[in-house]
């Protein structure tokens, strides 16, 4: 069994910052992608970014583009969102997420991508 624990969410004025993680606990070999998703009230889970451990690749959604950075931790089997210049669209509770399947290695999009999760973390952006 897997276990995800995030961390790291709160309530930011536009503009802010926030630091995310997420540290993977349990039976963690093979977990080469770990990712993040957001979902706002009303709306679908959306993805966010990924990392894979397979040639330390990294993807990220074109709404977070350029303001958003993903990171890792080999040591802790802990990934991290950067999250810089927030909006208020950026309101959701974030998810972490584990691919589980030691066979796949390329990052997915898709919440059906993945079989592990974390019990989620709030983040707010309100002025």
């Known amino acids: 069994q897997v276990q995800l624990v995030e961390s790291g969410g709160g309530e930011v004025q536009p503009g802010g910052s926030l630091r995310l993680s997420c540290v993977a606990s349990?039976?963690?070999?093979?977990?080469?992608?770990m990712a993040w998703f957001r979902q706002a009230p009303g709306k679908e889970r959306e993805f966010v970014a990924a990392f894979s451990w397979s040639g330390d690749s990294t993807y990220y959604a074109d709404s977070v583009k350029g303001r958003f950075t993903i990171g890792r931790d080999n040591a802790k089997n802990a990934v991290y969102l950067q999250m810089s210049t927030l909006k208020p669209e950026d309101t959701a509770v974030y998810y972490c997420a584990a691919q589980g399947d030691e066979k796949i290695v390329r990052i997915t999009t898709t919440p059906s991508g993945y079989h592990y999760w974390g019990q989620g973390t709030q983040v707010t952006i309100s002025p």
């Open positions: 349990g039976r963690t070999f093979g977990l080469w992608v």
